[in-house]
């Protein structure tokens, strides 16, 4: 008979302070267009140092505004990471625009700058720049190589939230950035995600855009724009704000379990590469992954046996490239992006939630350690 999973790969941390809010507003019968959204917004936008904050429906909606926004049309290219959530390159589709892939740095997974320089085409008209993870990527470089061809930089920040470069936090690097609060992230509103930006006109746009493409005055029948409904309802927003007051707190909690799992790998280094935090980073830790070092082992296998002792794990992530409609599309084939497939077929992401003891960290270092042994031959 089959083991009841003990751990899975993430839950949020709800208590009785977002149960409240959500009461609150259920009691008020004002469940969208309310006052929520915007205290959301304004509590958002002072955590992350940015002006404005638009909240939408999702880290997705959010990247697809950020493109209209930032003007990418139909033949224009994107540069951006092929070691993503797909939502990143198809973001980039949406607006008929093309994802060029740059491969990524095989210490912070994160796209190489020194792979973005020869990716330039007349075409290219912006850097999406992915922070994967929970750590930001090399910007100092990136942000030379934007000016000096006169890119955008786009961040999508959805796994990294209050992650820091040289002190400066994620998000406020771009022209715009999108940050997602899915149930595993770091903070939840359920589904949920925020478009940041210093520009107001930006902002007024998205704002419009997400809500039908309607003027800022909300007169019913005047639509300035193709708009969308990528609003966030009132009850999800309420959410964010609770989770906003703890997030300082979850992060460190997040912290202290992948200091304990670093700890339990470090003595493995032969069999396991344990996550590598980039030089003058901070990382919020959106998941824990390692990479299992001898190639011959079958990841997935390693995963099939996990989950027979209950530990959920996951492979993070596959590159885009190879999934079948960019196959298709685009013709990529193995081999086109050789750091990116690697760390793909060797990755898995361990159960990351606040709640793990030691002693549950223990039980699933070990199962791991034990597991990855029996196929080291």
Not at 302 to 316: E, H, N, S
Request: with cysteine; net charge positive.
């Amino acid at each position: 008979k089959k083991e009841k999973m003990k751990y899975p790969i993430a839950k949020p941390y709800i208590t009785q302070r977002e149960k409240q809010l959500v009461m609150e507003v259920l009691n008020s019968g004002n469940l969208s267009l309310g006052p929520k959204y915007k205290e959301f917004e304004e509590k958002f936008a002072q955590k992350i140092g940015a002006k404005y904050a638009c909240t939408v429906s999702s880290g997705t909606a959010g990247l697809h505004l950020a493109m209209i926004a930032a003007g990418i049309k139909e033949g224009d290219e994107v540069i951006t990471s092929p070691f993503s959530f797909i939502a990143s390159s198809n973001a980039v589709l949406y607006v008929g625009a093309r994802p060029i892939f740059a491969d990524i740095d095989p210490v912070t997974y994160n796209m190489d700058p020194s792979k973005i320089e020869e990716k330039i085409t007349p075409k290219t008209k912006a850097i999406l720049v992915v922070h994967i993870f929970g750590q930001s990527a090399d910007m100092n470089p990136i942000i030379k190589i934007a000016k000096k061809y006169k890119l955008k930089i786009i961040e999508d920040a959805c796994e990294s939230i209050l992650a820091t470069h040289k002190s400066k936090k994620v998000g406020t690097f771009g022209e715009s950035a999108v940050f997602a609060f899915y149930p595993n992230k770091q903070m939840t509103t359920g589904e949920g995600g925020m478009i940041v930006t210093n520009n107001k006109k930006i902002y007024e746009l998205c704002s419009s855009l997400r809500n039908q493409g309607r003027s800022p005055n909300m007169q019913w029948l005047d639509h300035k724009y193709l708009g969308y409904n990528y609003r966030l309802d009132e009850m999800s927003a309420a959410l964010g704000i609770a989770q906003l007051e703890k997030l300082d707190f979850m992060i460190k909690q997040r912290q202290k379990i992948c200091l304990s799992y670093n700890k339990y790998f470090e003595k493995y280094s032969d069999l396991i590469q344990i996550p590598q935090i980039g030089r003058g980073n901070t990382h919020t830790w959106f998941v824990y992954v390692l990479c299992i070092k001898n190639k011959k082992i079958k990841r997935d296998d390693v995963i099939k046996d996990l989950y027979k002792v209950g530990v959920a794990t996951k492979p993070y992530l596959p590159s885009i490239h190879l999934f079948d409609f960019y196959k298709k599309k685009f013709k990529y084939r193995t081999g086109d992006f050789p750091v990116s497939e690697m760390v793909s077929k060797s990755s898995i992401a361990l159960p990351l939630y606040i709640g793990l003891t030691e002693r549950d960290i223990e039980y699933i270092s070990e199962k791991v350690v034990k597991i990855i042994k029996k196929y080291d031959k």
